[in-house]
């Protein structure tokens, strides 16, 4: 059974960093994509970052420059590095193992960016 814990959310204030972890158990990460995505009260989730099996990385526009995606296969845990946070990353952030929304999904974590 696949499972994904994500922690390292909270309540900072707008230009402050955080780094977000999500330990997955079941499956060896490094033979999967892994993503962050996140959802606002109110609208849709949304794609993040992502890191391929490969190792290639991806992320949305709103985020390129401020968010590193990154992974530690001997943790078999991905990360993501937030800088420079914005009051509109505020979001409950979750992380994804696979290619489908079928696939497993971990809790979600909340950030919460005061301007």
């Known amino acids: 059974q696949v499972q994904l814990v994500e922690s390292g959310g909270g309540l900072v204030q707008a230009g402050d960093s955080l780094r977000l972890s999500c330990a997955a158990s079941?499956?060896?990460?490094?033979?999967?994509?892994m993503g962050w995505f996140r959802q606002a009260p109110g609208k849709d989730r949304e794609f993040v970052a992502a890191i391929s099996w490969t190792g290639s990385t991806y992320y949305a526009d709103s985020v390129k420059g401020r968010f590193t995606i990154s992974r530690d296969t001997a943790k078999n845990t991905v990360y993501l590095q937030m800088n420079s946070l914005k009051p509109e990353d505020t979001a409950v952030y979750y992380c994804?193992?696979?290619?489908?929304?079928?696939?497993?999904w971990g809790q979600g974590t909340q950030v919460t960016v005061s301007s």
């Open positions: 994804h193992l696979g290619y489908s929304r079928d696939d497993p």
């Open positions: 079941g499956r060896t990460i490094s033979t999967y994509a």
